[in-house]
Structures are given as structure tokens and as C-alpha cells.
């Protein structure tokens, strides 16, 4: 028998009842209030703004002398001129800074603000370009993976790849090259001088610093606005004493703990990032891509507008980083120099500070793709695993050079042998008067 209680039996499941039909997407909205911290922050984040810095007058691939308007067109190495090769015609691109306001506005940062060259790239971008000549009708390819320049093989008409294609290889700007290759080469074969005395005898024999290749490397440039919280213990001596006495003697100190909490917000101007993740491993089994990071700083104020006839005669590497893939570099970054802004607030912790907590607040970000230019010299040491990579660097625009060389470990124990006999004798020297 059937309870009055008992509700009453559902209809029959099949085909089109409610019940085998699932909810529309979006017929229940979540409410971002119920989502756990991260993912709100994400959900709640307002999409990236993208500010377009393409040159409409050189989409057509030709880069024209605004005297005569030949396509010929070269940089003037140690300046940032270009020049033209028709009618010696010298001008310079304007500076990125200036003609998009990326030197200001640092304290107004919300989001993420994405320059059109440093937006994502497409998965599918082709790399090869074909530009119709506008002097004899002829298609005229350029391959992007290795070039950014092409001569019609007709006319002689110049190309350049200055449209922002999807495929990375087009940044925001370019910091031209100031030191020349004559200049790059003397730095480093002085460099290797200095250390030749312990250098592999295989390095010494094929060491030809004229092959030095000048190349342009992809950076992300980012203007930030951040807040850092950091917390940790401090320690103040206010005793020392020593205990016991010949070898068993030992120092000890007393002190007094305090718990240090600091809050700062700051905000960072032209914090360069590698954008290529070739260049990003930093295996030093591998390579000495650290090099790179040795010769910093650059002077990216100076940067001008993209214009691919000022890598004519150069290589360069196409990035292949998003943003999102260096933005955990980015903060890694922030909270160094969060740490470095607040060491001089604890001073008075004379036995130092660990710092145990650190949070981080990234309110703003403005991210601009640049071309920075280094000489690099390259010598592979065979070995296990592959052997290794070493890298001569020479900051394109500074001289600032550093690098690797492979060393006869040999020589090197030798010597330290040597130096620890010497300064052995030395100490029986003094105690013995």
C-alpha cells in the first residue's frame, strides 16, 4: 500500500527527459566570493590591455628613406642612426619610451598591460613571410627563423619584417648595436689573455675571436607596481665569551631574538627577462648561458621602435616565452628586490635577519618585447653527456664583457697547492718571530 507521505514516482528516464538532460554551461554561475584565493585573484583579473606599437608605414615590408625613398637601408654602427645607402641620408627612430609613454605611469599600474609585440605567440605562426614587391611584382620571402631582411633577387628592392606576425619574431623595439666588431673582438681576446695560463691547450689552439657573432636577444622589458610583506626572526648579540682552551676552544654569544615583520610597495622600471627559453636554461652542465646575465645592465631607455633594418648584417633569436610563462620569474625577481629595499631598515640586527615568510602583491605589469644586442663568442668542450657549451659575452652597447673558458683542472689544483704551500710558510714565518 502507498503512504500519503510518499512522493509521488518520478517519470520514466529515456531519451530527452530532464533528468539525462545535463545544465546548460553557465546556468549556475559561481559566485568568485566562494573560490579559493588564487583562482579568485585569476577569475576577477581584468583581461590584459594591449597597446599597439606596430608602424603602419612599414607594414608594407619596405623601410623607405623619408629623403628619397630608397629601400636601402643600413644602421650606422655605433650610433642609433639609420642610414641610406642611395642618398647618405641620416636619421634616427624614435625612442619606444617616448613615443608610448612607457617611462611614466609606473605608480598607476593595475593588470596587465601587454604591448602588441609581447603578445602571445600563435601556435601555428608560420615563419616564413612573403612580401609582394611593390618595384617589379616579384614575391619575395623571408624566412624569420634566421633572417629579418631580404633583397628582391629583381630589383634589389630591401625588405624587412616589420609587421607584428604571431610567431614572435617582431619585438616592440630594438637597442641597437654601439660597439663595433673590432672593438667586441679586442675585449674578448683580452679576456681570454688574463686566463689563458690555465686555459685547455684545445681552446688555445682554436681560439678565433674574429668569428665573433653579433645577435640580438629577446627580452621582455616590464614596468611593475608590487607589495611585498616579509617576516622573519632578527638577532641583536649582546654577549661574547669564549669557553676552554687550545683546540677545544669555542666562542660563544648570546643574544636577543625579535620577531621582524617589514611592508613595502615599490614599483620597478625596465626589469629585463630573457624571453627565449634556450637561453633561459641555466644548466651549468650544459652551458654557460649565465653569462648573459653577467653583462647587465643595458640602457633600454635608449630603445627605438622596431625597424628590422637595424638588424641588417646580424642574427638574432625569435622568443618563444609568453608571458604568462615568465611571470613566475617575474615574481622571483619582485621579492629580490623587496628584500633588497627593506636591508637597510635592519641594520640594528647585528647578528642579521632570517627571513622565514614572504608574500607578494603584484598589482600592475607592463610587459614590452625588446631586442638587446650582445657580441657572443661560443667554444664547445667535448665531454660526457654532450660536453659543454662556453660563452664569451660582450654587452653590444656597454663593452662589458664576461665568459667562460675551459681550464686544465690540473693547472688549477697546482696552483692552489702552491699558493696554500706559500702562505704556510709565511704563517711559520710570523709565529716563528
Known amino acids: 500500500m502507498s503512504n500519503a507521505n510518499t512522493p509521488p514516482p518520478l517519470p520514466p528516464s529515456g531519451p530527452g527527459s530532464p533528468q539525462d538532460v545535463p545544465p546548460l554551461p553557465g546556468s549556475f554561475p559561481i559566485d568568485p566570493a566562494t573560490l579559493p584565493k588564487p583562482i579568485r585573484d ?24 623619408p629623403k628619397c625613398g630608397a629601400t636601402d637601408i643600413r644602421h650606422k654602427h655605433g650610433t642609433d642612426l639609420l642610414v641610406c645607402l642611395f642618398c647618405r641620408n641620416e636619421w634616427q627612430g624614435a625612442r619606444v619610451e617616448e613615443a608610448f609613454g612607457f617611462g611614466e605611469g609606473h605608480d598607476e599600474l593595475v593588470g596587465t598591460i601587454v604591448a602588441s609585440g609581447a603578445r ?9 613571410i612573403t612580401f609582394k614587391c611593390t618595384g617589379c611584382g616579384a614575391e619575395v620571402a623571408v624566412n624569420t627563423a634566421n633572417a629579418m631582411t ?5 630589383c634589389r628592392h630591401v625588405f624587412g619584417v616589420n609587421e607584428q606576425v604571431a610567431n614572435g619574431a617582431v619585438p616592440d623595439a630594438v637597442l641597437p648595436f654601439h660597439i663595433k666588431k673590432d672593438d667586441a673582438v679586442a675585449r674578448i681576446r683580452q679576456f681570454v689573455d688574463k686566463r689563458r695560463l690555465f686555459a685547455l691547450k684545445e681552446f688555445k689552439e ?21 607589495s611585498a610583506d616579509i617576516a622573519g626572526q632578527g638577532e641583536i648579540e649582546t654577549a661574547r665569551y669564549t ?3 687550545g683546540d677545544k676552544k669555542k666562542t660563544y654569544y648570546d643574544a636577543d631574538i625579535y620577531q621582524v615583520e617589514r611592508h613595502i610597495d ?5 626589469l629585463p627577462l630573457e624571453s627565449s627559453g634556450e637561453r ?32 641588417s648584417g646580424f642574427t638574432s633569436e625569435k622568443r618563444d616565452r609568453d608571458v604568462e610563462h615568465l611571470r613566475p620569474r617575474l615574481e622571483d625577481q619582485l621579492l629580490s ?4 629595499q627593506v636591508e637597510a631598515s635592519v641594520d640594528r640586527y647585528d647578528r642579521g635577519v632570517r627571513w622565514e615568510q614572504e608574500g607578494l602583491d603584484v598589482h600592475g605589469t607592463r610587459w614590452v618585447s625588446m631586442y638587446l644586442p650582445v657580441w657572443l663568442y661560443s667554444y664547445h668542450q667535448p665531454g660526457k653527456n654532450g660536453g659543454l657549451l662556453h660563452y664569451i659575452a660582450v654587452n653590444g652597447r656597454t663593452g662589458e664583457t664576461m665568459g667562460s673558458i675551459p681550464v686544465q683542472q690540473w693547472k688549477l689544483i697546482l696552483a692552489a697547492l702552491t699558493v696554500g704551500t706559500i702562505l704556510e710558510g709565511i704563517a711559520i714565518m710570523i709565529l716563528a718571530n
Open 42 to 65: 585569476e577569475v576577477l583579473a581584468p583581461d590584459p590591455v594591449a597597446i599597439d606599437t606596430s608602424a603602419a608605414e612599414l607594414k608594407d615590408g619596405q623601410n623607405h628613406c
Open 120 to 128: 602571445d605567440i600563435a601556435a601555428d605562426a608560420a615563419s616564413v
Open 150 to 154: 631580404a633583397r628582391c633577387h629583381w
Open 206 to 226: 682554436q681560439f678565433t675571436p674574429e668569428n665573433v657573432v653579433g645577435v640580438y636577444l629577446p627580452y621582455m622589458i616590464v614596468d611593475g607596481k608590487a
Open 243 to 245: 669557553r676552554g682552551s
Open 266 to 270: 615599490f614599483t620597478v622600471d625596465d
Open 280 to 311: 633561459g636554461k641555466l644548466d651549468a652542465s650544459v652551458n654557460t648561458n649565465n653569462i648573459i646575465n653577467t653583462i647587465l645592465p643595458f640602457d633600454t631607455k635608449n630603445a627605438v621602435k622596431w625597424n628590422a633594418s637595424y638588424l
Open 337 to 340: 628586490i623587496a628584500r633588497a
